[in-house]
């Protein structure tokens, strides 16, 4: 069963990033992760009027960490909180911000007294985190795992990617993945060039058209939709394989060869 008392906020930040705010209601505490910017989430936390106890990082890149400083800032001088206490990669510590709590691959940590198992989900680039909260049936996959995509390998290998995401493949399909980026019409677009007869695909194409259509976010999707839709997923699935003249080829084979044509796309 889903804590009821647990609220995720989307936060939509920069052109096309988003930050989420883990509310627990019955702890009347605050978790964030990643800051690509601080006024939208400054502004979030402003109308929640609760204290942010921590900030988790998935990745070093600059838009998931910029607004850092400034949302500390805004914390303490601005709304008169503590500075949360930040969490990330033990292994990406050089990069990172600097961190109260450095963390590894299978550790369970708290978040605003939630536990949260960290994952490792490099590809994207090396020491990418993933963050599973079972109980709201949540991962946050940041640029691993997309709304029907995958982020961009700028560090990883594609075994190491198709790797980190048959970890999340194996979550149970009732998870919403909080992804980082609103790519979801382009991603769509790159599945439907892929030639599979897929009624899943099309059905959900329709539906993404509308909802961008009235800006309406598509993000958090459903683990058991990108299953069903996602090509990154399904490397390793013979329609997709056929549809794409790969049929019984290595399925890490196949992703790389379906992330290098989403390169070009």
Known sequence: MINSTIDVHTI?????????????????TA???????????????????VPV???????????HIDGLDD????????????PSRVIGAQVDAHRLPPMDQAVIPGQTIQLCGID???????GHTLGHLALHI???????????LMAMGCGRLFEGTPAQMWQSLLKLRDLPGDTLVYSGHEYTASNMA???????????????AA????????????????????????????????????AMGLSGEVASDVFAKIRALKDKF
């Not at 079972?134 to 691993?144: L, N």
């Not at 058991?224 to 390793?236: C, G, H, K, S, V």
Request: glycine share 4%; proline share 5%.
């Open 207 to 242: 539906q993404i058209t509308e909802d961008r259509a009235t800006g309406k976010a598509t993000v958090p999707s459903l683990l058991e939709l990108e299953l069903q839709t996602n090509p990154f997923l399904r490397a390793d699935d013979p329609a997709l394989q056929t």
């Open 53 to 63: 106890t921590e900030i988790f990082l998935t990745h070093h890149h600059w838009d």
């Open 31 to 49: 978790a964030v992760v990643d800051v690509p910017e601080a006024g939208p989430i400054v502004a979030k936390i402003a109308e929640l009027s």
């Open 116 to 122: 949260g198992q960290i994952f490792d989900v490099s």
């Open 134 to 144: 079972p109980a709201i049936k949540a991962v946050f996959t940041a640029d691993s």
């Open 12 to 28: 939509a930040c920069l052109s096309d990033n988003y930050a989420y705010v883990i509310h627990n209601r019955t702890t009347g």
């Open 190 to 204: 790159f599945a439907q060039s892929l030639g599979e007869a897929n009624f899943a695909v099309a059905s959900r």
């Open 71 to 82: 949302l500390q800032k805004a914390l303490t001088n601005q709304l008169g909180q503590k």
